[in-house]
């Protein structure tokens, strides 16, 4: 009987093209809006993900001064010095590298060309605390780390820019007004999730930077890597604690530094992003919802005139159940055509929009999935109504139906 | 060779043996209820035999639609008894019905209906589709159903491209489809010419002659109930007199 049925709704969204199309196009835009939502989402949060990793995961950012947007007014909280950094790394539990840093700017010149670019003075521990593998060369050895020898490893954009393609290892450039050896090449990072360069860089050791260049031995940010079999939370409140007593901050006194945890950070992002991504879908749902009641109209309409066809099926010896039947089928028929093409064109929004804002495509087989089943469920709850009236229709008044 | 009908006249079909196909006994039908009801039958009884075919007549509103509507077992009697094969179709239910429609009956309607922008062919396998008829097999019984009534070579053209003549020999060709035992006409050659209403008589004679097909008509026209062996006239919600057609005296023994 399914068989029967199925014949018949087909042929008669055959005989009724235009209309069966125009049935359905709210729940083709509304399957298309979802997926390409949901996708879209996911393919977001899946970018943002990414940069956070690059700041390294279970990575804790220390930083004097109350954080974003706080601590406004006073003087400005005195930097770390190396005794804090060191007091870290053998005190604090499940730390697995300590990478201080001190920043500077400064041109770098090699054989006539210029850059100007971001000197970061720190130690090995930084590769560690974010691994960063080099393409050739080497990373600091004790001795230079020690005596803050003048050598640099430099970042695949400083590198292009001053050496072009010509060797670089063993090479001599100036930097900031001082000489230096290139001992390492950095491998392309790319863009941070922030926008910045991460490969226009020059790394040396802190003690090099700090007497050359700062002229002092201030640490301005202390990268702690943190073990994964450690809780974050836990680490940053140990350091927290430490801090608190190296700085002399006592009882109820706000922290004059801040911790910022990437994890954390990716978690909060990561919540966002999906939060923003549920509310569009549920807006995107709501206009399935629309193409729901689309059909159900539609279905009236078509149940109303074909009243007389109905009749006809009636009275050569369709059953009531029958009649219901290819009602509900042709909706439900219609809706997961309608689906399909959604999907399709969902589809392809997403190829377009990944394409438009450089997101990564993903094929999110899931939700490709469920919308096909609501777009079903849609033709059965809401093709159920007009197939009933179809079917308890009396067929005398409906052969006289004009 | 039974003919006829009526209660006046039942014994005077004594060839037929045992029950006729179709038996209504003080069947009544009344329309609404209280100060407003309507009485469209008044107590009808009517034999019909099997292989008859009967034309039947009357005034608008004399109760002839209704009848046949009943007959056709699209409507049940207030009242009274219909007896059709044995069955007493005045308890069957609605899904009961619709079964006895589907293996016993075909329709032939005054305003043809056929399934618009559906080829001929479609429109006569539909009865056979509901039957749950394989697809070859309906395919050929459709096919030859469409050869009876000489439309073999318009299967694929949809009603509007028909004449109303074709369109009627289409319908005709649905109803007979299912190798009906019944076939209900409602005003045949309504909506015809003179001559096309001619082609239609006959070929409704000629299926009641062969293959025998029981051939219920309702008409206005007495030159299409000269067609018919018996010719029961309504008046007043009654059956009021009961007459041999024409077609009377050409019956092959």
Same mark, same amino acid.
């Given at each position: ?8 709704? =087909? ?174 090449? =950095? ?126 099926? =009636? ?24 689906? =399909? ?62 | ?253």
């Amino acid at each position: 009987m399914l068989g029967t049925t199925f014949i018949l709704a =087909l042929r008669s969204i055959r005989r009724h093209l235009l209309r069966s199309f125009l049935t359905v196009l709210g729940i083709v835009i509304g399957v298309a809006a979802v997926v390409a939502m949901v996708t879209l989402g996911k393919a977001t949060t899946l970018q943002v993900q990414k940069s956070i990793a690059s700041l390294g995961t279970n990575v804790l950012q220390i930083r004097p001064g109350q954080g974003f947007g706080r601590g406004g007014g006073g003087p400005r909280p005195p930097d770390f010095d190396p005794q804090d950094v060191e007091a870290i790394g053998k005190q604090i539990t499940g730390v697995t590298a300590v990478a201080p840093q001190a920043q500077s700017s400064g041109t770098a010149i090699y054989e006539g060309q210029n850059w100007s670019t971001t000197i970061n003075g720190t130690t090995n521990g930084y590769f560690q605390v974010q691994p960063w593998p080099l393409t050739s060369g080497r990373y600091f050895t004790p001795a230079e780390e020690a005596s803050g020898k003048a050598v640099c490893i430099i970042g695949s954009t400083v590198y292009t820019n001053l050496y072009k393609t010509a060797p670089a290892l063993g090479t001599r450039m100036r930097i900031a007004g001082i000489s230096c050896d290139v001992i390492g090449i =950095l491998t392309t990072k790319g863009q941070s999730g922030f926008g910045g360069d991460q490969d226009d860089v020059v790394i040396m050791p802190i003690k090099a930077v700090q007497r050359r260049m700062t002229g002092n031995t201030d640490v301005r940010l202390i990268l702690v890597g943190v073990d994964e079999a450690y809780s974050t939370a836990q680490v940053q409140a140990s350091i927290t604690d430490l801090l608190r007593e190296r700085r002399h901050i006592t009882g109820g006194k706000d922290d004059d530094f801040n911790i910022f945890d990437t994890k954390q950070i990716s978690d909060t992002l990561s919540s966002t992003t999906t939060l923003l991504t549920n509310i569009v879908t549920a807006v995107a749902g709501i206009s399935l919802i629309v193409g729901g009641i689309g059909i159900m109209n539609i279905m009236l309409v078509s149940v109303t005139e074909r009243t007389r066809e109905i009749g006809i099926r =009636l009275a050569i010896g369709a059953v009531a159940n029958e009649v219901l039947m290819q009602f509900l089928v042709e909706a439900v028929v219609l809706s997961c055509l309608g689906g =399909l093409i959604g999907l399709v064109l969902g589809q392809l929004a997403v190829i377009l929009l990944s394409v438009l804002g450089q997101l990564p495509f993903i094929f999110d087989v899931q939700i490709n999935v469920i919308a096909f089943l609501i777009s079903g469920a849609i033709g059965v709850v809401f093709g159920f109504f007009p197939a009933r009236r179809a079917a308890s229709l009396n067929p005398i008044d409906a052969l006289r139906h004009e | 060779m039974g003919a006829a009908a009526g209660s006046a006249v039942a014994d005077k079909a004594p060839q037929t043996v045992g029950d006729p196909l179709i038996r209504l006994r003080g069947v009544t039908k009344t329309y609404g209820t209280g100060a407003t009801a309507f009485q469209a039958l008044k107590g009808v009884d009517l034999d019909i035999a099997a292989g008859d075919f009967v034309a039947v007549m009357g005034p608008s509103g004399s109760g002839k639609s209704t009848t046949m509507n009943i007959l056709g077992c699209l409507d049940v009697p207030t009242d009274g008894e219909f007896i059709f094969m044995g069955h007493h179709v005045e308890s069957l239910d609605r899904d009961q019905r619709a079964l006895l429609r589907r293996k016993y009956f075909g329709f032939v309607f005054q305003g043809f209906n056929l399934l618009a922008r559906t080829s001929a062919l479609e429109n006569v396998e539909l009865p056979l589709l509901y039957r749950g008829d394989a697809k070859a097999e309906r395919r050929e019984m459709a096919m030859a159903a469409l050869d009876q009534v000489g439309l073999k070579e318009w299967w694929d053209h949809t009603p509007g491209e028909l004449s109303g003549g074709q369109q009627q020999r289409v319908a005709i060709a649905r109803a007979i489809a299912t190798k009906p035992a019944v076939l209900l006409a409602d005003e045949p050659t309504g909506n015809l010419d003179s001559e096309r209403s001619i082609e239609i008589m006959e070929l409704l004679a000629d299926l009641n002659k062969n293959p025998g097909i029981t051939v219920l008509m309702v008409t206005h026209e007495r030159e299409m109930a000269a067609f018919a062996r018996t010719i029961v006239h309504f008046k007043d919600g009654l059956v009021e007199r009961v007459e041999a057609g024409h077609a009377q005296g050409e019956r092959v023994g």
